[in-house]
C-alpha cells in the first residue's frame, strides 16, 4: 500500500548500514534520520520554528495574493512548500513510529499530540489554497504567466480542481480542526484495536495477522483453526468495528454533502485526477470479467486441491505438489534486488540503497501494524517501508512491490520537491506493480521445473485477482455501504450480508461461503483510513499489464521512458504520462487488455491441466 497521508526521503551520505539480524532475521528501521526519538529536543525546536513561521507567512500573506505578481507569488510558494516539509518531517515521523509500536501508549500520545499541533500551525496556512481558489481565471492566469510560477502550475492545476467543492473559511477551518477529535480519532482507535487483537495457534497467543499468514498453510487443518481463530476475534468486537465503519461512513456522507460531490467516491476521484467515467469503465470491465477471470480460476483450483467446494479459508492455499518452503530474509532481498537490477541498473542502485540502510521495518513483531506500505516523509530525507515477513512467496512480492513504491517516491521527491512529488494513487500503484511484475518475471525465466513454473504461474495469478477481482469487490462493497448508510444505521448482519453478496459475485460458484465468514470486511484497513483507495490497485495491475506488454515488444529505450515517468511524481496526468508508450486509460478497450493478460495466464494453467 502506497500511504499518501503517511508524508519520503533522498539518500544520506553518512547513513548506518541495515542490520542483518541474527540468522537473517528481518530487520527493523532506524528513523533517527528524522528525528532520534520521542524525545529529541529537535522535535520541540523544529515546532517552534514552524510556528513562529506559519504566523509569519499569514500576516504576510494573507488577504494579498490577488495582488501579487508572479515572482513575489514564487517566493510565497517556496516559503509554504518549506513550512509543509518540516511539519511533514514530524508527521511523518510520529506516524512511522506509531506504525511500528501501535500498541505502545508512548507512542499513541506522542502521535496524538504532534498531530493536534500540526492542526494549530497548519490553520495559519489553511488561508494560502483557500485563497488561490478564490481568485478568478483570469487573475490568476496572468500571475501565473510569469516564468517565476513555471515551477507551481501543476500545484494550481490540481488546485483548481477542487475549487467547485471548496467552502468559506470559516466552515474549512472547522473542518480542519474538528478532524483531529473526528476522523482522525476513529482511525487511530481502529489501528489500536486491531493491534491489539490476538489469537491462539498450535496453543499459543499470537497477534492476528499470525492467523491470516496461517491461511497459506499447505495444512488445511491449520487453515480452517486459522480462520476460526479470526472469524471468533472479529466477532467479538464486531460491535466496535461496526460503530467504527458506521460513523466514518457518516462522517464523510456529511463532508461531501457540504461540498456537493456527485458521490461517494467523487472524492477519491477527483484526488487521483481521475474522472469518475474511467473509474466507471474500469469497475465494469473487471465486474464483467468475472466468469472467465476468478470463477474459471478457483473451479480450477478446487479440482487442483481435490475438493468440490472450497471454503473461503482455501482461497490462499498453496498448491498440492510443491513444497511449502520458507525464503529466507537474505534470499527474498536478493531476488528482487536482481529483478530490478536486470530491468534498469540505475532502479536497482535505488533498490540497493533500501535493502542497505535501515529503512525497512520487515520483522513481524508484536504490537506493529499487520499492512505494508511505503511511506515517502520528505524529499530532504528518505521514504521507509514497513511489512511484515513471513517468508512465504507473497512476502517476496510484497517486498518487491513497496519497493516500488519507495524509488518511485525518491525520484518523484527528488525530482518535483515535496508539493508536487505526491503521485495520485491510481499512479503510485504503478511502480509497485511493475516492480512485482519484473520480480515475477525474474523467477518464472530461471525455472525449468516444469511443476514449479506452473506453481508460479498459479500464484501470479492468484495475486492479480487479488490485485484485481479482489480489489474491485472492495470497491463494489464500499459502495454499497456508503449508499446504504444513507438510509440508516447499518447492522453488523447488514454489513455481512453485503459482504458475502459481493464475495460470490466476485470469486464464483466455487466457493461454499459459511456465515464466520461475513464479519471479514472489518478487518480492512483502507475501509476505515481511505475510503474508495483501492480500486486504484486494479487501476494499476491493468495498467502495468499493458505497460509490460510494451516493455516486451520495444524493450530499447523502455527503461529511460519508465524512469522519466516516475520522475514526474504528481505534475503528469495519466494521458499525459502514458502517451510516450502509446496507451490511453480513457480508451474503453484498455482495461479489456489489461484483464485479457491476466486470462491469458489461466489458459496456460488450463491446457497445463
Known sequence: MNSQNLSAVTDPSNAPSAPSGESGTPPRWDLSDLYASLDDPAIEQDFAALTSAARTFSETWKGKLGQADGAALALAFAEYERIEEGLGRIGSFAQLGFAAHTTDPNWGRFTQG????????????????????????????????????????????????????????????????????????????????????????????????????????????????????????LADNSRLLTMITNTLAKDKAIGDKLRSYPRPSSSRNRGNMVEDEVVDALVSAVDEAYPRLSHRYYAMKAKWLGLEKLEHWDRNAPLPGVADTVIPWETGKEIVLNAYTGFDPALGTLVDRFLTHPWIDAEAAPGKSSGAFAHPTVPSAHPYILMNYHGRARDVMTLAHELG?????????????????????????????????????????????????????????????????????????????????TKGELSAEQLGAIWRDVQERSLGPAFHFTPDYDAYWSYIPHFVHSPFYVYAYAFGDCLVNALYGVYQDHPEGFADKYRTMLEAGGTLRHKELLAPFGLDATDPGFWRKGLDVISGLIDQLEQEG
Open 114 to 233: 504532534v498531530q493536534e499541533r500540526i492542526t494549530d500551525i497548519s490553520a495559519d496556512l489553511l488561508f494560502f489554497s483557500l485563497e488561490l481558489n478564490r481568485l478568478e481565471d483570469d487573475v490568476l492566469a496572468k500571475i501565473s504567466a510569469s516564468p517565476d510560477m513555471a515551477k507551481w502550475q501543476p500545484f494550481l492545476r490540481d488546485l483548481r480542481v477542487f475549487r467547485p467543492y471548496q467552502l468559506s473559511d470559516e466552515v474549512e477551518q472547522v473542518l480542519m480542526d474538528k478532524s483531529v477529535t473526528g476522523r482522525n480519532a476513529w482511525n487511530r482507535l481502529f489501528d489500536e484495536t486491531m493491534a491489539s487483537l490476538t489469537v491462539t495457534l498450535d496453543g499459543e497467543t499470537k497477534p492476528l495477522g499470525a492467523a491470516f499468514n496461517t491461511l497459506t498453510s499447505a495444512e488445511r487443518d491449520r487453515r480452517a483453526a486459522a480462520a476460526e481463530q479470526i472469524s471468533a476475534v
Open 405 to 485: 513504491h519507495g524509488v518511485h517516491q525518491i525520484l518523484a521527491g527528488q525530482k518535483q520537491g515535496y508539493l508536487n512529488s505526491a503521485t495520485p494513487l491510481t499512479l503510485a500503484e504503478t511502480a509497485s506493480v511493475f516492480g512485482e511484475m519484473l520480480t515475477f518475471q525474474s523467477l518464472l525465466d530461471r525455472e525449468t521445473d516444469p511443476k514449479r513454473r506452473r506453481h508460479l504461474l498459479a500464484a501470479k495469478v492468484e495475486d492479480m485477482l487479488n490485485t484485481v477481482v479482489r480489489q474491485i469487490a472492495f470497491y463494489q462493497f464500499e459502495v454499497r455501504v456508503h449508499d446504504e448508510r
